[in-house]
């Protein structure tokens, strides 16, 4: 299974850019990146995805590196309302059907 | 309005007790899931669905059962057999099995 590495925590301005980054270097080729985020004791809420094209949707941007090792998330204008915890995802198929993994995601503070 | 709903938002369960836990959803979604969050955790997954009638264990499913009657319902039990229920219990939905997944608010199951 593809996993992902993330940063535990970051900080950012309210109305500065929040760059979140993301590592799958064993990631497959036919397999997408996806971004969930969840805001404390909430349900998952679904960002963006991407499988190797850059993508841009009113939530936030998704760039993946050309070899497809790495991502980054940008809340292009953070606001205190984007405080959550940013899950980074590698969509796997196993034999068995459908898994997603979700590791213990990025914890983002925007700061006033 | 579309959605997914659970419930009860909070659930107290006395020691050898069976629970059960509600997910409707009226996205006329194929797939169902059930993930466990333990605090500062990542999510687990249970059991999925992707289609009626039919199930499969996720990473986690010792001490939880589940059915799908119905495309719309997922229950999940929380049976005695599960020695350390206490967790936030989320469900998700998508069209397809490799498709967003789209979350409830969540159910937080305590043992009394």
């Known amino acids: 299974d593809a996993k992902t590495t993330q940063p535990t925590s970051m900080d950012c301005a309210e109305g500065r850019a929040a760059n979140l980054p993301c590592n799958h270097s064993?990631?497959?080729?036919?397999?997408?990146v996806y971004w969930y985020r969840q805001i404390h004791s909430q349900g998952p809420q679904y960002i963006i995805h991407?499988?190797?094209n850059n993508e841009t949707n009113e939530m936030a941007s998704l760039i993946i590196t050309e070899d497809r090792k790495s991502s980054t998330l940008i809340l292009p204008h953070a606001t205190l309302r984007d405080t959550a915890v940013y899950y980074c995802?590698?969509?796997?198929?196993?034999?068995?059907?459908?898994?997603?993994?979700f590791g213990a995601g990025t914890r983002l503070f925007v700061k006033a | 309005d579309g959605g997914i709903t659970q419930s009860p938002k909070y659930l107290f369960r006395k020691e050898g007790q069976n629970v059960t836990l509600s997910c409707e959803q009226n996205?006329?979604?194929?797939?169902m899931y059930w993930y466990r969050q333990d605090p500062g955790q990542g999510l687990r997954l249970i059991y999925y669905?992707?289609?009626?009638?039919?199930?499969q264990k996720g990473d986690i499913a010792e001490g939880y059962s589940v059915s799908r009657e119905k495309k719309e319902s997922f229950p999940l039990t929380v049976t005695s057999a599960q020695k350390n229920p206490t967790a936030f219990y989320l469900c998700?939905?998508?069209?397809?099995?490799?498709?967003?997944?789209?979350f409830g608010p969540g159910t937080r199951l305590l043992v009394l």
């Open positions: 996205l006329n979604h194929d797939a």
């Open positions: 991407g499988l190797k």
């Open positions: 669905s992707q289609i009626v009638n039919d199930f």
């Open positions: 064993t990631i497959s080729g036919n397999e997408y």
């Open positions: 995802i590698v969509r796997v198929l196993n034999t068995g059907g459908f898994k997603t993994i």
């Open positions: 998700a939905s998508s069209m397809q099995s490799q498709e967003t997944q789209y």
